[in-house]
């Protein structure tokens, strides 16, 4: 006869015997791993979301505008809309969904790179605002081509075999979208939490591109390494529960992603809840904006999800930040980011002495859209910086 196999006991084997509950703990806490973005239930998909504007750069608090997002159209009317659109293919033959705006014989280019469980969409604060400073600098044309790109399995793009979930991958992805896009150079990359990993990819895999070809460099709330030992501000009881919900949910996720993803749907309050307490610091941030990160993730399968995971608690590209130090190089974080604390921005900082080290007050690991105006004028700067020293090797 067969042997039994041995009983689960304790916190575990109450997961497996209900493994929804490891799901809605392991999706909160999995989304949380890279932005603690929830997943939007099925029932906002087309309603039309407002979200108030956090940036004083274009209103005083007392004369905030709204501006509308669409869960078919989360870039919205506060977005400015792409010149041009193209799909980009990766050395696995993954199409990535890319979007430019400025003239195509811009003498910059600045790429956008966007961090887990996004999209380009992250980003649309930014796109508007340097595509409107851009187009008055310079007697309206804009000095500066803007592109913005989906990640693999995320947003508009396609998916990868999941052994291809891997920050290797992505940085040969963001290689390709630079050698379709921006053959010539000079470039700026711009990464936020995952997409700045991204950039760090790059710089191991192609170290010979930062000087000659990427002028500048923007690693925004992200991380060289040391995810796995993150407690995304929780209590160390909670953190313990997390070691025991996570291969639950993310075995759940990748083998049975129908009833994930049907838990996820059920369970949205409570994720999205986890959302507004973990990616925002402000206390009185837009609900609708909280909404507006939710339905721009719904399209990220909770398997993609789950595999790109283990890419990012294994993450160690510490000695991959020296090509950085050739190049003027911005480290921005929010100064209350539960999900990658500022400590790991210092980190990075150390290993760059030159950088400039921006900490944004009272924001969170979703800085981008909690404080825009502060993470659009630094990124205005930098390319100020990168635009000057690519004009004077020019001339020289």
Avoid: C
């Amino acid at each position: 006869m067969a042997a039994r196999p041995a009983k689960r006991t304790g916190l575990t084997g109450a997961l497996s015997r209900h493994p929804a509950a490891g799901v809605v703990g392991g999706l909160v806490g999995l989304a949380a791993a890279g932005t603690a973005a929830g997943v939007a239930a099925s029932r906002m998909a087309g309603r039309r979301l407002r979200a108030a504007e956090l940036s004083d750069e274009f209103s005083t608090p007392a004369e905030h505008t709204k501006a509308e997002f669409r869960r078919d159209d989360p870039l919205g009317a506060a977005s400015r809309s792409a010149d041009r659109t193209a799909l980009v293919k990766t050395d696995d033959d993954v199409l990535l969904a890319v979007e430019e705006i400025g003239p195509a014989d811009a003498p910059l280019t600045v790429v956008f790179v966007h961090g887990y469980t996004l999209s380009m969409a992250s980003w649309t604060f930014q796109r508007r605002t340097l595509a409107a400073e851009l187009a008055t600098e310079n007697g309206h044309r804009p000095d500066a081509r803007l592109v913005f790109y989906d990640q693999r399995g995320h947003g508009s793009s396609g998916r990868g075999h999941s052994e291809n979930s891997t920050i290797d991958q992505l940085a040969r992805d963001l290689s390709a979208v630079l050698e379709a896009r921006v053959p010539r150079g000079p470039v700026v990359l711009v990464g936020h939490s995952m997409g700045g990993m991204t950039i760090m990819g790059l710089a191991a895999l192609r170290p010979d591109l930062f000087g000659p070809k990427v002028a500048a460099v923007a690693l925004i709330s992200t991380s060289s390494g040391n995810l796995a030992d993150l407690t995304f501000g929780l209590p160390e009881l909670l953190t313990r529960v997390r070691a025991a919900v996570f291969p639950v949910a993310a075995w759940t996720m990748r083998r049975r992603p129908a009833f994930a993803e049907r838990t996820r749907r059920m369970a949205a309050d409570i994720v999205s809840a986890a959302t507004r307490a973990l990616s925002f610091a402000s206390s009185d941030v837009d609900r609708a904006l909280v909404h507006y990160v939710d339905a721009m993730i719904a399209g990220t399968p909770v398997d993609v999800i789950a595999e790109f995971y283990p890419a990012l608690a294994g993450l160690d590209e510490t000695g991959s930040l020296k090509p950085l130090r050739a190049i003027p190089t911005l480290v921005l974080t929010g100064d209350k980011d539960k999900l990658i604390p500022k400590e790991h921005s210092e980190h990075i900082v150390e290993e760059l002495p030159d950088a400039e080290f921006v900490v944004v007050p009272d924001a969170g690991h979703l800085v981008l859209l909690e404080k825009p105006a502060e993470v659009s004028s630094a990124l205005t700067a930098l390319l100020r910086r990168a635009a000057a020293t690519t004009s004077a090797e020019r001339v020289g």
